[in-house]
């Protein structure tokens, strides 16, 4: 019977996934942070291939309600309370080796430009590493930062604040 149910959850993903490729992309460019080691920024550059309709469905598949891992102000430490998340992608990523993520760090508009590029490169690229260290190949992985260029929310509070300060991770469109 689980087989079964195994079967049909990955019929209805691939159905998805196709219906998916048919759908415009975003043609947003991300503005790349280079520097650190080549690991660590292995694949930065656009989202163009990953679409938020595909996340919803991925996070749904994967059993957790979002692709989203939030961080404390000038933090790049992953919370306890997210390695659920990252342990549910990872079980997928290692369980379809043909599958890639996009992981996009982002901060609050708080600090200059430039450190907010570091800050939200940092945040993508510890993900990363967690998930390696979960046994995912870095080469299903690429990192990008937005700074504070994505918002998730409109506001200058804390409330706004904590909900930019996150690492989203989308899954790459297949098609």
């Known amino acids: 019977m689980k087989q079964n149910l195994k079967l049909l959850a990955m019929a209805v993903l691939a159905v998805a996934l196709v219906a998916c490729s048919s759908k415009p992309k975003d043609t947003a460019v991300a503005t790349p942070m280079t520097g650190g080691s080549p690991a660590a920024t292995a694949g930065v550059g656009s989202d163009a291939d ?20 939030y961080f404390d102000f000038d933090s790049d430490v992953i919370k306890a309370d997210y390695l659920p998340i990252l342990q549910a992608n990872a079980d997928y990523l290692k369980k379809h080796s043909d599958a890639r993520i996009l992981i996009a760090g982002n901060t ?20 990363r590493q967690r998930l390696v260290m979960m046994g995912v190949n870095a080469n299903q992985m690429r990192t990008v930062s937005y700074g504070a260029e994505k918002p998730a929310v409109p506001g200058n509070d804390e409330s ?16």
Not at 50 to 69: C, H, P, Y
């Open 160 to 175: 706004a604040y904590s909900q930019d300060r996150r690492d989203d991770i989308s899954y790459d469109v297949v098609g």
């Open 108 to 127: 609050d508009p708080r600090g200059s430009r430039e450190y907010n590029i570091g800050l939200a490169q940092r945040r993508a690229d510890v993900v």
């Open 50 to 69: 990953f679409d938020d309709s595909q996340d919803a469905r991925m996070a749904k598949i994967l059993g957790i309600e979002k692709n989203t891992v």
